[in-house]
């Protein structure tokens, strides 16, 4: 299987379980206290945002001085990634919709997206690195 594929399925992996997590264990409460949310969230059309950034990521990973490193790398790489998405979500989202506390909503996104992005980016790292054959020079790149 490609890596591209591999980094797309680890973003989708990555974020469904923190995501859901969240939204359906451990905050749970939180989230029934948010009026805009719906009762029953249509899957379809979050697995299709999470493959769209999934891609997305895995196109720029492959593109930066960052793939192909250390797993570090990949973790840094993820956490960039992520600010930028999870700083809308925790910040300019309270300041749209109508959260119920807004230092709470922002403690909640923030935490979720530093779990949900340090899990994709252990992932990218283990499918971007190298193996001892490579780092050797005796492997064909892939």
Request: proline letters at 3%.
């Amino acid at each position: 299987m490609s890596r591209h594929l591999l980094s797309v399925l680890a973003f989708v992996g990555a974020t469904f379980l923190t995501q859901a997590a969240s939204h359906f264990g451990v905050n749970a409460e939180h989230y029934r206290a948010v009026v805009h949310l719906r009762a029953e969230p249509i899957f379809p059309l979050g697995i299709l945002a999470m493959l769209i950034q999934g891609s997305i990521l895995s196109y720029l990973y492959a593109g930066t001085r960052f793939a192909r490193r250390l797993i570090r790398d990949a973790v840094v790489f993820a956490w960039l990634a992520g600010g930028f998405l999870v700083s809308y979500i925790a910040i300019a989202e309270a300041a749209k919709y109508r959260v119920p506390r807004i230092g709470s909503w922002i403690a909640v996104e923030a935490i979720a997206g530093f779990a949900q992005f340090t899990i994709y980016g252990i992932l990218l790292g283990l499918i971007h690195r190298k193996s001892d054959q490579k780092l050797a020079g005796t492997g064909s790149p892939t």
